[in-house]
Nanobody, 119 residues
Framework: QVQLVESGGGLVQAGDSLRLSCEAS????????MGWFRQAPGKEREFVAR????????DYADSVKGRFTISRENAKNTVYLQMNNLQHDDTAVYSC????????????WGQGTEVIVSS
């Protein structure tokens, strides 16, 4: 059974940093892209960042470029999202997801972790 479990959310002040973790289990993910998404209250879910597990190639939403960094640690089967200089607009539930490379849809989703940034 595939599981993606996020952790690391919390309440921070504007300008602070947080690191989110997504621990993946139940299969190997070398042929997958791992993505972070977020959904703010009353808004649609939006893409944040993505990493190709095998190559380490990444891409980011324009709104987080230069502030957020996605990475993965093979030994722990874990993907991270380092978030620096957090702003109030970053407040959301952050979820990780896995999509087979070449697929247009994410197959597996975690339950999410909440990030609240006070201004």
């Amino acid at each position: 059974q595939v599981q993606l479990v996020e952790s690391g959310g919390g309440l921070v002040q504007a300008g602070d940093s947080l690191r989110l973790s997504c621990e993946a289990s139940g299969r190997t993910f070398e042929a997958y892209a791992m993505g972070w998404f977020r959904q703010a209250p009353g808004k649609e879910r939006e893409f944040v960042a993505r990493i190709i597990w095998s190559s380490g190639n990444t891409d980011y939403a324009d709104s987080v470029k230069g502030r957020f960094t996605i990475s993965r640690e093979n030994a722990k089967n874990t993907v991270y999202l380092q978030m620096n200089n957090l702003q109030h607009d970053d407040t959301a539930v952050y979820s990780c997801a896995a999509a087979r490379v070449g697929s247009f849809s994410y197959t597996y989703w975690g339950q999410g972790t909440e990030v609240i940034v006070s201004s």
